[in-house]
């Protein structure tokens, strides 16, 4: 399905899924493997072809490890910010970093993602110090927060400000927390940061319009899910398709026929944007967290009491299942933003 070699990293990560997903292994070996083979693109690259390709890529991927797919998904988006604002070309090693899989970046957004028109409350604040910034604050959230990540982050300015801005987890000022202890995906280097006047030079800031950086942003964000989850939809409904008889082959080929619907919607957004509104995109989105809920509970309706051991791949898609409704914008906030378009 992609237009991308990935070398056996489906395989590789299939094999350590369960690892990946309690936390005895991460995912920076599969980054680096795909960034080995240019999963993560090159300067360059064609937008939209690119996007297609990491659609498909992470459905690929999630349909045997949610978790790797999911750092995936960070990892895209943070390439993805510094696309729209280029940094400087003091920073271009940082960007070839970032696609060889070598550093990780963290997206911590989803205070912005939660409220389009940016006017939400930020929990971290800015301050001028000179040419820069001082940033203070915390962040609750975010994934592949490994060794010296790229952390983007929005805040709040004097006079109500909103900028985007980046950082390295090791700068002076950053305190990382313990990782979270997640129901799964816990080998993602999820975890918070506190932040204590942290330096911000000039040319780490991406933007000082949050609402227009956001509104850039969303189309390849919410795509991007969709694909997670239209991914996890594939592998419950393969594992499905081996126990599926009698009255419930037909609820499994309604299931099936909603998957194949909400894919073929997102290829064709994904190699073209025009006219889509931030509406049809959450309605999307929305149409795929339910196909995947569906497929899942299908699963472990079809194979009975063996999918509800730990350890088996059906007990880790229910854990993976979970997830996908808070991963902001979440379920409720796509309700909330499709009721109002």
Known sequence: ???VDVGGV????AAGAEDVDVGRADVRPALRRLGAVGAFGAEGDDPTRALVSSVRLVREVAAVSLATAFSIWSQRMVLEYLRFCPPPESAATLVRQLRAGEVTGATALAPAVADPTGRGELPVSVQPDGDGWRLSGT?????NLFDDAVVVVPARAPDEGRLVV?????DDGVTPTEPHRLLGLNGTGTAGLHLDGVLVAPGQVLSEDLTSFVAMCRPTKLLL?????????????????????????SEYDDVAGA????????DDLAADRVGVGPGGL???????LEVAADAVRLETAVTGAGGYRAGTATARRVREAAFLPVQAPTYAQLRREVAAS
């Not at 239209?230 to 409904?237: F, S």
């Not at 959450?282 to 795929?288: D, E």
């Open 139 to 143: 962040v609750g959230w975010a994934s």
């Open 259 to 266: 998957r194949d619907d909400v894919a073929r919607r997102m």
């Open 282 to 288: 959450a309605r999307l989105r929305l149409a795929g």
């Open 10 to 13: 489906q395989e590789r990560a």
């Open 166 to 170: 980046r950082f390295r987890r090791t």
């Open 1 to 3: 399905m992609s237009t």
């Open 225 to 249: 899910q969709t694909s997670l989850a239209v991914g996890l939809a594939d592998a419950a409904l393969a594992a499905s398709a081996r126990h599926v008889a009698g009255v419930l082959r």
